[in-house]
Protein backbone atom coordinates (compact mmCIF):
# COMPACT_ATOMS: atom_id res chain seq x y z
CA UNK A 1 0.00 0.00 0.00
CA UNK A 2 1.13 4.08 -0.30
CA UNK A 3 1.50 5.94 2.81
CA UNK A 4 2.72 9.32 3.13
CA UNK A 5 5.30 9.63 6.02
CA UNK A 6 6.39 12.93 7.97
CA UNK A 7 9.38 13.35 5.25
CA UNK A 8 8.61 10.73 2.25
CA UNK A 9 5.63 9.01 0.96
CA UNK A 10 6.68 5.03 0.90
CA UNK A 11 5.13 1.95 -1.38
CA UNK A 12 5.42 -1.18 -0.64
CA UNK A 13 4.74 -3.57 -3.31
CA UNK A 14 5.08 -7.41 -3.42
CA UNK A 15 8.06 -8.93 -5.47
CA UNK A 16 6.85 -9.68 -8.78
CA UNK A 17 3.82 -7.02 -8.81
CA UNK A 18 3.56 -4.18 -11.20
CA UNK A 19 4.06 -0.80 -9.03
CA UNK A 20 2.91 2.55 -9.90
CA UNK A 21 4.16 5.48 -8.61
CA UNK A 22 2.80 9.05 -9.04
CA UNK A 23 3.50 12.55 -9.57
CA UNK A 24 1.21 15.91 -9.46
CA UNK A 25 3.50 18.46 -11.21
CA UNK A 26 3.39 22.36 -10.80
CA UNK A 27 3.50 24.32 -14.30
CA UNK A 28 1.12 23.49 -16.73
CA UNK A 29 4.00 24.83 -19.08
CA UNK A 30 6.04 22.35 -18.59
CA UNK A 31 7.16 20.40 -21.84
CA UNK A 32 9.68 17.68 -20.70
CA UNK A 33 9.58 15.53 -17.63
CA UNK A 34 12.30 13.13 -16.34
CA UNK A 35 11.99 9.78 -14.10
CA UNK A 36 14.93 9.26 -12.17
CA UNK A 37 15.64 6.38 -9.37
CA UNK A 38 18.10 6.93 -6.30
CA UNK A 39 19.40 4.33 -4.74
CA UNK A 40 20.75 4.93 -1.31
CA UNK A 41 24.28 6.45 -1.01
CA UNK A 42 24.34 7.24 -4.97
CA UNK A 43 23.27 9.85 -6.92
CA UNK A 44 20.05 9.88 -9.27
CA UNK A 45 19.97 7.37 -12.23
CA UNK A 46 17.80 8.58 -15.73
CA UNK A 47 15.19 5.69 -15.77
CA UNK A 48 12.85 7.17 -18.61
CA UNK A 49 11.67 10.71 -20.07
CA UNK A 50 8.52 11.90 -22.34
CA UNK A 51 7.66 15.07 -23.71
CA UNK A 52 4.65 16.56 -23.62
CA UNK A 53 3.77 16.03 -27.21
CA UNK A 54 3.23 12.15 -26.03
CA UNK A 55 1.06 10.80 -23.49
CA UNK A 56 2.89 7.24 -23.05
CA UNK A 57 6.04 6.22 -23.51
CA UNK A 58 7.60 2.84 -22.98
CA UNK A 59 11.17 1.74 -22.10
CA UNK A 60 12.23 -1.99 -20.71
CA UNK A 61 9.68 -3.02 -17.39
CA UNK A 62 9.02 0.99 -17.32
CA UNK A 63 6.19 2.43 -18.63
CA UNK A 64 5.16 6.90 -18.36
CA UNK A 65 1.99 8.17 -18.78
CA UNK A 66 1.49 11.37 -18.80
CA UNK A 67 -2.08 13.51 -18.14
CA UNK A 68 -1.42 17.26 -19.12
CA UNK A 69 -5.36 17.71 -18.37
CA UNK A 70 -4.64 17.10 -14.82
CA UNK A 71 -0.80 17.61 -14.58
CA UNK A 72 0.11 14.43 -13.44
CA UNK A 73 2.67 12.19 -14.36
CA UNK A 74 3.29 8.26 -13.29
CA UNK A 75 5.72 5.27 -13.72
CA UNK A 76 4.94 1.96 -13.96
CA UNK A 77 7.39 -1.00 -13.46
CA UNK A 78 5.79 -4.43 -14.45
CA UNK A 79 7.15 -7.07 -12.28
CA UNK A 80 8.92 -5.13 -9.43
CA UNK A 81 12.15 -7.06 -8.36
CA UNK A 82 14.18 -6.50 -4.84
CA UNK A 83 16.80 -4.02 -7.40
CA UNK A 84 13.99 -1.64 -8.08
CA UNK A 85 13.88 -0.59 -4.38
CA UNK A 86 14.77 3.25 -4.11
CA UNK A 87 13.54 6.77 -4.55
CA UNK A 88 11.70 7.33 -6.98
CA UNK A 89 11.83 11.05 -8.39
CA UNK A 90 10.20 12.90 -11.22
CA UNK A 91 11.29 16.20 -12.72
CA UNK A 92 9.69 18.52 -14.52
CA UNK A 93 11.14 21.34 -17.06
CA UNK A 94 9.39 24.38 -18.46
CA UNK A 95 10.92 25.12 -21.85
CA UNK A 96 13.33 27.80 -22.28
CA UNK A 97 16.26 28.62 -20.56
CA UNK A 98 15.46 26.32 -17.16
CA UNK A 99 16.80 23.15 -15.63
CA UNK A 100 14.81 20.64 -14.26
CA UNK A 101 12.99 21.01 -10.95
CA UNK A 102 12.90 18.07 -9.25
CA UNK A 103 9.42 16.31 -7.35
CA UNK A 104 9.73 15.37 -3.68
CA UNK A 105 9.98 11.73 -4.69
CA UNK A 106 8.27 8.44 -3.43
CA UNK A 107 10.41 5.07 -1.80
CA UNK A 108 9.77 2.18 -3.53
CA UNK A 109 10.37 -0.86 -0.99
CA UNK A 110 9.94 -4.16 -2.49
CA UNK A 111 8.68 -6.92 -0.04
CA UNK A 112 10.53 -10.42 -1.24
CA UNK B 1 32.71 6.70 -21.00
CA UNK B 2 28.95 7.63 -19.57
CA UNK B 3 30.85 8.80 -15.81
CA UNK B 4 30.04 11.72 -13.87
CA UNK B 5 33.08 11.76 -11.37
CA UNK B 6 32.89 13.40 -8.09
CA UNK B 7 35.72 13.55 -5.40
CA UNK B 8 36.05 13.34 -2.70
CA UNK B 9 33.01 11.02 -1.51
CA UNK B 10 32.69 12.01 2.21
CA UNK B 11 33.85 15.73 3.60
CA UNK B 12 33.91 16.85 7.10
CA UNK B 13 34.94 20.19 7.74
CA UNK B 14 34.78 22.70 10.39
CA UNK B 15 33.05 25.79 10.30
CA UNK B 16 36.60 28.18 9.26
CA UNK B 17 37.96 25.85 6.65
CA UNK B 18 38.42 25.82 3.00
CA UNK B 19 37.67 23.14 1.30
CA UNK B 20 36.82 22.29 -2.31
CA UNK B 21 34.26 19.59 -4.48
CA UNK B 22 35.20 18.31 -7.54
CA UNK B 23 33.42 17.05 -10.51
CA UNK B 24 34.54 15.50 -13.89
CA UNK B 25 32.90 14.54 -16.88
CA UNK B 26 34.37 13.44 -20.58
CA UNK B 27 31.39 12.80 -22.24
CA UNK B 28 31.50 16.19 -24.24
CA UNK B 29 28.30 17.94 -22.39
CA UNK B 30 28.60 21.45 -22.25
CA UNK B 31 26.46 21.78 -19.12
CA UNK B 32 27.41 21.15 -15.75
CA UNK B 33 25.26 21.67 -12.60
CA UNK B 34 25.73 21.53 -8.57
CA UNK B 35 22.76 21.04 -6.81
CA UNK B 36 22.49 20.28 -2.76
CA UNK B 37 20.21 17.08 -1.48
CA UNK B 38 19.32 17.00 2.35
CA UNK B 39 18.37 13.59 3.88
CA UNK B 40 14.60 12.30 2.08
CA UNK B 41 14.22 15.68 0.25
CA UNK B 42 14.81 15.86 -4.16
CA UNK B 43 17.81 17.58 -5.34
CA UNK B 44 17.52 21.32 -5.23
CA UNK B 45 19.84 23.09 -8.05
CA UNK B 46 22.62 25.59 -6.78
CA UNK B 47 24.38 26.59 -10.02
CA UNK B 48 24.39 26.07 -13.54
CA UNK B 49 27.16 26.43 -15.91
CA UNK B 50 26.83 26.41 -19.85
CA UNK B 51 29.45 26.45 -21.73
CA UNK B 52 31.73 27.15 -19.24
CA UNK B 53 29.89 30.34 -17.81
CA UNK B 54 27.74 30.31 -15.07
CA UNK B 55 24.68 30.44 -16.33
CA UNK B 56 22.15 30.17 -12.91
CA UNK B 57 23.08 31.14 -9.43
CA UNK B 58 20.02 30.09 -7.50
CA UNK B 59 20.80 32.89 -4.82
CA UNK B 60 23.21 30.50 -3.38
CA UNK B 61 25.24 32.13 0.01
CA UNK B 62 28.74 33.45 -1.07
CA UNK B 63 29.96 30.61 1.05
CA UNK B 64 29.43 28.56 -1.90
CA UNK B 65 32.02 29.61 -4.83
CA UNK B 66 31.42 27.74 -8.01
CA UNK B 67 34.47 27.48 -10.45
CA UNK B 68 34.18 25.82 -14.32
CA UNK B 69 37.83 25.66 -15.05
CA UNK B 70 37.24 23.79 -18.41
CA UNK B 71 34.26 21.97 -19.99
CA UNK B 72 35.29 18.65 -18.37
CA UNK B 73 35.92 20.00 -14.96
CA UNK B 74 33.40 21.62 -12.16
CA UNK B 75 34.60 22.83 -8.83
CA UNK B 76 32.87 24.25 -5.62
CA UNK B 77 34.78 25.86 -3.19
CA UNK B 78 33.90 25.64 0.37
CA UNK B 79 34.96 28.14 2.89
CA UNK B 80 32.97 28.92 6.35
CA UNK B 81 30.15 26.63 5.95
CA UNK B 82 27.84 25.82 8.75
CA UNK B 83 26.41 23.05 10.39
CA UNK B 84 23.44 23.26 8.38
CA UNK B 85 25.15 22.94 4.98
CA UNK B 86 25.72 19.26 5.49
CA UNK B 87 24.12 17.25 2.83
CA UNK B 88 24.98 15.28 -0.07
CA UNK B 89 26.30 17.45 -3.02
CA UNK B 90 25.79 16.59 -6.21
CA UNK B 91 27.22 17.25 -9.70
CA UNK B 92 25.57 16.67 -12.99
CA UNK B 93 26.23 17.24 -16.66
CA UNK B 94 24.03 17.44 -20.16
CA UNK B 95 24.60 17.29 -23.57
CA UNK B 96 23.50 21.58 -23.99
CA UNK B 97 22.55 24.08 -21.81
CA UNK B 98 18.92 24.81 -20.81
CA UNK B 99 15.73 23.70 -21.11
CA UNK B 100 14.43 21.04 -23.38
CA UNK B 101 17.75 21.23 -25.17
CA UNK B 102 19.05 20.53 -22.40
CA UNK B 103 18.23 16.53 -22.14
CA UNK B 104 18.66 14.44 -20.04
CA UNK B 105 21.22 15.04 -16.86
CA UNK B 106 24.19 12.65 -15.29
CA UNK B 107 24.07 12.46 -11.78
CA UNK B 108 27.65 11.83 -10.00
CA UNK B 109 27.35 9.66 -7.00
CA UNK B 110 27.85 12.88 -5.22
CA UNK B 111 30.00 14.17 -2.09
CA UNK B 112 28.51 13.28 1.51
CA UNK B 113 29.69 16.95 3.62
CA UNK B 114 29.60 17.00 7.44
CA UNK B 115 30.15 20.26 8.63
CA UNK B 116 30.93 20.31 12.66
Known amino acids: GESVGLHLPTLSVQEGDNSIINCAYS??????FIWYKQESGKGPQFIID?????DKRQGQRVTVLLNKTVKHLSLQIAATQPGDSAVYFC???????????FGKGTRLSVIA | DTEVTQTPKHLVMGMTNKKSLKCEQH?????MYWYKQKAKKPPELMFV???????INESVPSRFSPECPNSSLLNLHLHALQPEDSALYLC???????????????FGEGSRLTVL
Open chain 1, 91 to 101: AENISGNTPLV
Open chain 1, 50 to 54: IRSNM
Open chain 2, 49 to 55: YSYEKLS
Open chain 2, 92 to 106: ASSLRGGGILAGELF
Open chain 2, 27 to 31: MGHRA
Open chain 1, 27 to 32: NSASDY
